[in-house]
């Protein structure tokens, strides 16, 4: 039974930075790729970035610069470390993964970015 927890986010004033997890169990984990995705209110999902199973990361272009994904294989662990942010980064932030062929969602991470 594959299962993601998040942990991190929270309310940072802008300029901030700040750090969420995602711990994958059930899965072989250094072999999935994980997505992260945000989902602003009354917006669509967007992908925030993929941390590649061999540990490259693409980022959508908005975020390249300040975000910055990695993973811990021996903790089957990914992160999104998140820096100068933004107002406009405020959003439920989700990781997820793919094992053959089915998605699988953490439960999201609320990130609060004040003025």
């Known amino acids: 039974h594959v299962q993601l927890v998040q942990s991190g986010g929270g309310l940072v004033q802008a300029g901030g930075s700040l750090r969420l997890s995602c711990a994958v169990s059930?899965?072989?984990?250094?072999?999935?790729?994980i997505y992260w995705y945000r989902q602003a209110p009354g917006m669509r999902r967007e992908l925030v970035a993929v941390?590649?199973?061999?540990?490259?990361?693409i980022y959508a272009d908005s975020m390249k610069g300040r975000f910055t994904g990695s993973r811990d294989n021996g903790k089957n662990t990914a992160y999104l470390q998140m820096t100068s942010l933004k107002p406009e980064d405020t959003a439920v932030y989700y990781c997820?993964?793919?094992?053959?062929?089915?998605?699988?969602w953490g439960q999201g991470t609320q990130v609060t970015v004040s003025l």
């Open positions: 941390v590649k199973s061999g540990g490259d990361v």
């Open positions: 059930g899965s072989d984990f250094s072999n999935n790729d």
């Open positions: 997820d993964i793919d094992v053959d062929g089915v998605y699988y």
